[in-house]
């Protein structure tokens, strides 16, 4: 079935250092994958996405790679800053319907 | 423009009672997505509903869950005979196309609590 692994769970790193979280996807058909954070008891937002005809994508300190081959793809924020700690989720759309499936998370923390 | 709006925010129900739960989209939006999300767990999707069909609800429970999207008014999740295992946040979300042609907007959630 359409299924979204994302590592690692918890992620900690100090302030000004790089971030790093991966995702892998199964379903071959899937062309859209955004990255969504959430911060405590909020909704989920956009913060970046990126489409099949595209292999990385930057916004300011936020970039995101895809590898259609491999189907992976990552989210990288440089610099880190204490407000970017939060819960980060990547999905995948189904190719079937389009809906989003959700890796599990990664809890991010950036101590000062 | 008033984003997604869910209500109620907070939900308490003794085991056995029924919860709706109810999500107006953003103005425009006529595709609705449900997920589940479980204390420091993922996003799990439920259904994804367009006005007056259900698309997809592979991701549903088969018994005591149903979800409905009227040509008028919210979009509606129900849960009868609730237990403590749906104790959970449930997110609404919509966009204008399908989630993979432009970006899915959530609403703040609704979360149940069964007793």
């Known amino acids: 079935g359409e299924n979204v692994e994302q590592h690692p769970s918890t992620l900690s790193v100090q302030e000004g250092d790089s971030a790093v979280i991966k995702c892998t996807y199964s379903d071959s058909a899937s062309n859209y994958f955004p990255w969504y954070k959430q911060e405590l008891g909020k909704r989920p937002q956009l913060i970046i996405d990126i489409r099949s005809n595209v292999g990385e994508k930057k916004d300011q300190r936020i970039a995101v790679t895809l590898n259609k081959t491999a189907k992976h793809f990552s989210l990288h924020i440089t610099e880190t800053q204490p407000e970017d700690s939060a819960v980060y989720f990547c999905a995948a759309s189904s190719g079937n319907t389009g809906k989003l499936i959700f890796g599990q998370g990664t809890t991010l923390q950036v101590k000062p | 423009n008033a984003g997604v709006m869910q209500n109620p925010r907070h939900l308490v129900r003794r085991r056995g009672q029924e919860a709706r739960l109810r999500c107006s989209p953003m103005k425009g939006h006529s595709h609705v997505y449900w997920y589940r999300q479980l204390p420091e767990e993922g996003l799990k999707f439920m259904v994804y509903?367009?006005?007056?069909?259900?698309?997809?609800e592979s991701g549903m429970p088969k018994e005591r869950f149903s979800a409905e999207f009227p040509k008028e008014g919210p979009s509606i999740l129900r849960i009868q005979q609730v237990v403590r295992g749906d104790s959970a946040a449930y997110f609404c979300?919509?966009?204008?196309?399908?989630?993979?042609?432009?970006?899915?907007?959530f609403g703040e959630g609704s979360r149940l609590t069964v007793l």
């Open positions: 979300a919509s966009s204008q196309g399908s989630a993979n042609t432009g970006e899915l907007f």
């Open positions: 509903l367009q006005k007056e069909n259900i698309i997809d």
